[in-house]
């Protein structure tokens, strides 16, 4: 009779560790962080239908990084179980800790009892009604747990991009000096000879949690709307004397329906059997 193979269980968790980092680093980075406004986050994306960032529920975003059947099978959960509480219960009963601690369980189950772990990192984040009242919470692909203040980073390199957003980061900031940060530390890395990239408005996904904003606060900023927030100081204000963008600043892109209704194909994931 041959003998069987045997991995010790620590051999069997790095492996697994190894595998699901790998399956991470090879996607594109993700940054989420504070600013006087609320909560923003800017993600490495050239498509226009797979989102790396959504929207959980009213003050709730979630922003994810890794393969991207198994992220959108978290969001789509999640989306459930924030609406399935919500209903159930209080609008306030819904918080970004349960979400995150449900996140963990899930992750965490995954990763121990089953051949291949999620080549996941989520980030899950809620707005305050203050800006001490902000929270960010960072899940790992085993189910770790982590609150983070301020900023997040998250990909292959996110230890390069974290150093220069929390070198940078202010609580006080604009949504234009957030957004400019937010860029140049994604740009900060992955470019030839180790030179810095520049990133153009169609790489970029950009949402943010507006604390401002009755109800929901979760909204996509694109095209014409996003152009000013790249600018540069010094050619964004002004054009031959005359200022470019309105006074009351860029417009956000109103919000399309809900995370819950239907995905970008006129289905819903719910009902097809995602998650």
Not at 145 to 151: A, I, K, N, V, Y
Not at 172 to 176: F, G, Q, T
């Given at each position: 009779m041959a003998m069987q193979f045997y991995a010790s269980p620590e051999q069997i968790m790095r492996d697994r560790s190894e595998y699901a980092r790998k399956g991470?680093?090879?996607g594109r980075s993700v940054v989420v962080l504070t600013y006087e406004g609320g909560v923003l986050f800017v993600a490495e994306n050239v498509s226009t239908a797979l989102h790396k960032v959504s929207e959980l529920y009213d003050r709730i975003g979630f922003?994810?990084?890794?393969?991207?059947?198994?992220?959108?099978?978290?969001r789509a959960a999640g989306v459930r179980m924030a609406d399935l509480r919500g209903y159930s219960?209080?609008?306030?009963?819904?918080t970004a800790r349960s979400l995150a601690n449900a996140y963990a369980q899930t992750l965490g189950a995954i990763f121990t009892e089953q051949s291949k772990p999620f080549e996941v990192e989520i980030c899950v984040a809620e707005v305050g009604s203050r800006p001490e009242r902000d929270e960010l919470y960072r899940l790992?692909?085993?189910?770790?747990?982590?609150?983070?203040?301020?900023?997040?980073?998250?990909g292959g390199q996110a230890d390069a991009i974290s150093q220069v957003l929390k070198a940078r980061h202010r609580p006080?900031?604009?949504?234009?000096d957030a957004v400019q940060l937010a860029v140049q530390s994604l740009g900060s890395v992955g470019g030839e000879g180790g030179q810095p990239r520049k990133l153009e408005a169609s790489q970029l996904e950009v949402a943010v949690l507006d604390r401002r904003r009755p109800g929901r606060t979760f909204r996509r900023i694109t095209g014409a709307a996003l152009a000013p927030l790249l600018a540069p100081e010094d050619g964004a204000g002004k054009k031959g004397g005359a200022p470019v963008e309105p006074a009351e600043?860029?417009?956000?892109?109103e919000p399309g329906p809900s995370p819950a209704d239907k995905s970008p194909g006129g289905v819903d994931p719910v009902a097809d059997?995602?998650?």
């Open positions: 991470i680093a090879r922003a994810a990084v890794g393969r991207f059947n198994e992220l959108e099978n978290l219960y209080d609008r306030r009963d819904v790992t692909y085993d189910g770790s747990l982590q609150d983070e203040p301020g900023t997040i980073a998250m006080d900031m604009s949504l234009r600043g860029p417009k956000i892109a059997g995602e998650g």
